[in-house]
Every structure is written in structure tokens, then in C-alpha cells.
């Protein structure tokens, strides 16, 4: 059995409802930087789900027979552009789910550059994974912030990120990012946690 077999599971459950509910997602954090690279276990699963006031209901209705899920604190990340934890009850794995603001214009272009990554093509299981280089961008700009987890982190992310990604696409999304991005935001998704 995989380390990321758990992790997919759950993640999978989450993104065929959000994909029948048409509600754009990416995966990011570890989950992603193993599925473009080096596998490594993670304790939760990173989502940027650009998810709306309206959509709440449906949301809810679709996961609660298997996971813990909150409207109230759905509603309030959706208002305040943060985040809410979604938890898969049989495993107790949890989903932090992030809200990008309809505004940040960073965010909405990470969720259009995501990637596909197939599952089991003869299924036709898949998942959206945020880029690698959106990834790498995401640890450095978390850790600036939160260093408690240390350089080891960012640099097993960047290793499992770059292992087959073209040099060139990161260094040129990594040079727009450095040279466009505001200084000060006020959260970040993916790649806050070790």
C-alpha cells in the first residue's frame, strides 16, 4: 500500500463533488509535490477551491454522510477569503480547504494553470494538482512567513516539484511571482505545514 493511497482516497471523494458541482479546485501542498515528484506522507490535504455563497448547501448535502463539514464556517472563509477544514470521518484525515478572494488575481490564475493528474486511466480517476512551480512559490512565500518548520521542508518540496518539470516555466513563473506579486497578503494557501 502507497503512502498517498489514504491521502488520494480522500482527496478523490472531495473533488468529485466539487467537479459535479462545477466549483474549480487545485490540490497543493504535499499531496501535490509527491504527485509531481518524490512521495512523501503528509497529515492533511492542501485545497484552493474557489467555492461561492450559493454553492454551500450543495456542498454540505454531498459530503456529510462521510465527512465533518461546517456551513457556517464555509460561509465565513467564503466571506473572508480564508480557510475551513473539511474531515473524512471513517480515517479522520483532515482537508484544509482555502477560499481565494474573487479579487486576488494570483490565486484565480493558479486554479486556471492547474494540471491534470491521472489516478487509473481505465477509471478515468483524476485530480486537478496546483503546478509545481505554484508550489514551490507557495512554500517559499509560507515559510517566509513561518519558519518553524525549517529549510528541510522547502527543499524536499522543491526536490519532488522539479524532478521532470522543465527549468524554464519555473524559473520564468518563479521571475513573475518575485517581480508582481504584493508584498503583504493576508493568508496563504499551500504548503503551510511541514
Not at 486556471?112 to 485530480?127: F, G, P, V, W
Not at 518563479?174 to 506579486?181: G, V
Amino acid at each position: 500500500m502507497s503512502i498517498l493511497a489514504e491521502p488520494l482516497e480522500v482527496t478523490q471523494l472531495i473533488t468529485t463533488v466539487l467537479e459535479r458541482l462545477q466549483i474549480p479546485y487545485v490540490v497543493g501542498g504535499s499531496l501535490a509535490s509527491s504527485l509531481h515528484g518524490i512521495p512523501r506522507a503528509t497529515q492533511h490535504i492542501d485545497l484552493l477551491a474557489d467555492i461561492r455563497i450559493h454553492q454551500i448547501v450543495s456542498l454540505v448535502a454531498a459530503l456529510q454522510d462521510s465527512f465533518y463539514i461546517d456551513a457556517d464556517s464555509m460561509r465565513e472563509a467564503i466571506e473572508h477569503s480564508s480557510s475551513f477544514n473539511v474531515i473524512h470521518l471513517p480515517t479522520m484525515f483532515k482537508v484544509d480547504v482555502f477560499v481565494p478572494s474573487p479579487d486576488d488575481t494570483w490565486y484565480q490564475q493558479e486554479i486556471a494553470r492547474k494540471e491534470r493528474y491521472e489516478i487509473d486511466t481505465s477509471t478515468a480517476s483524476h485530480l486537478f494538482l496546483a503546478t509545481a512551480e505554484d508550489i514551490i512559490i507557495q512554500k517559499l512565500y509560507s515559510k517566509a512567513i513561518l519558519v518553524s518548520t525549517g529549510w528541510w521542508c522547502i527543499r524536499t518540496t522543491m526536490a519532488g516539484c522539479l524532478r521532470g518539470t522543465p527549468g524554464q516555466a519555473v524559473t520564468a513563473r518563479l521571475f513573475l511571482f518575485a517581480t508582481t506579486s504584493p508584498v503583504k497578503r493576508s493568508r496563504c494557501f499551500i504548503g503551510t505545514g511541514a
